[in-house]
């Protein structure tokens, strides 16, 4: 049974950084990409990141390059999401996902197995 535990979300002021991460179990490591979304209130569930295995590459959305960073340990079998410069926007439950080839991806159907959402809350 694949399984995703996510942990690191909390409370942060604007300008300030979190890193969240996903350890994934049940699944040939190397075999998939990491994802990373987000939902906000009242919004839709969008793309955020995503990392593809064994220097496949990685995959930003425009409102978070430059300012989120997605990395792989092997050896842990976890995908990390370090977030910097935080905005009030950036607001919402963060999702990890793993994907079913190894590259990287913004579409969320090429995700078959989700963690259960970590809250992160920037105040201004």
């Known amino acids: 049974q694949v399984q995703l535990a996510e942990s690191g979300g909390g409370l942060v002021q604007a300008g300030g950084s979190l890193r969240l991460s996903c350890t994934i179990s049940g699944r040939t490591f190397s075999n998939s990409a990491g994802g990373w979304f987000r939902q906000a209130p009242g919004k839709e569930r969008e793309f955020v990141a995503s990392?593809?295995?064994?220097?496949?590459?990685?995959d930003y959305a425009g409102s978070v390059s430059g300012r989120f960073t997605a990395s792989i340990d092997n050896t842990k079998k976890t995908v990390y999401l370090q977030m910097k410069s935080l905005k009030s926007e950036d607001t919402a439950i963060y999702y990890c996902?793993?994907?079913?080839?190894?590259?990287?991806?913004?579409?969320?159907?090429?995700?078959?197995?989700w963690g259960q959402g970590t809250q992160v809350t920037v105040s201004s």
């Open positions: 990392i593809g295995w064994g220097g496949l590459g990685t």
């Open positions: 996902a793993s994907s079913r080839g190894p590259n990287p991806t913004s579409r969320d159907s090429a995700y078959d197995f």
